[in-house]
């Protein structure tokens, strides 16, 4: 595939802060070849990533501990999604997870987006959540996990190595 071909593919790269975008920014020498969005959660240490990256959006920061005010996030976040999936359409959406980029990916999927998920180099094995639900309900086009020892607990995925 020629350079000029990459550069007309719209993808979009999210995944939640901490650990699951530190694994995803791993694919830095692949992200700028292609026309991209860079999508995680804002907080102060995220800011940086504008600086370096175009295209750069922030969901609203939420975990599961916050078991009050996190419903309301990921709602919103449902909301906010949306609206960035329709401004980049992107042809992919390369993930890491986690609950962050569920919404995304599911509104991907449904609209053509060929979805790539990333299993979490943290885990060798058990399953993530995320990994559990993208695998079981057919969400990503392509599954890769970076253990072989995965391929016992995701029989259909793709060994693709460590992204370190």
Known sequence: MKESDTMKRKVMFISSTGGHLTELLQLDSIIKKYDYSLITEGTKANNKLKKKYKNVNFLLYGTKDHKLTYPFKLFSNCFISLFLYFKYQPDYIITTGAHTAGPMCCIGRIFGSKIIYIESFANIKTKTITGTIFYKFHISNLFIVQWKSMMK???????????F
């Open 153 to 163: 607990l995701y029989p259909k995925a793709i060994y693709g190595g460590w992204c």
